[in-house]
Nanobody, 124 residues
Framework: QVRLVESGGGLVQAGGSLTLSCEASGGSFSNYGMGWFRQAPGKKREFVTGIDWSGRRTKYADSVKGRFTISRANEKSTVHLQMNTLKPEDTAVYYC?????????????????WGQGTQVTVSS
């Protein structure tokens, strides 16, 4: 079982930037795809972005494409989410997730390890 710990959340004004980090421990990291999901109050958990084991293939939700960038450092067992031009609708708890496979996937059921989440609040 891999333990995932997110950091970097907080309060930011619309148009601002934040970088989320996720550190994995206790298991294999470099062989697996990683991703970020988010959940806003009263809404379903939704896919934000994913990255394959090599870091060469990424996927993004349409709502964040062009504003968010996912990256990973396998030697440090970390994954990062750079979020630019933030909007109030980006407000949510963001979860770091580990895929069951080497690929970046979009369904929650395809991920078997979840972090506790970090709150991101974007004020208008």
């Amino acid at each position: 079982q891999v333990r995932l710990v997110e950091s970097g959340g907080g309060l930011v004004q619309a148009g601002g930037s934040l970088t989320l980090s996720c550190e994995a421990s206790g298991g294999s990291f470099s062989n697996y795809g990683m991703g970020w999901f988010r959940q806003a109050p009263g809404k379903k958990r939704e896919f934000v972005t994913g990255i394959d084991w090599s870091g060469r293939r990424t996927k993004y939700a349409d709502s964040v494409k062009g504003r968010f960038t996912i990256s990973r450092a396998n030697e440090k067992s970390t994954v990062h989410l750079q979020m630019n031009t933030l909007k109030p609708e980006d407000t949510a708890v963001y979860y770091c997730v580990k895929s069951r496979t080497s690929e970046a996937l979009i369904m929650p059921s395809e991920y078997d390890n979840w972090g506790q989440g970090t709150q991101v609040t974007v004020s208008s």
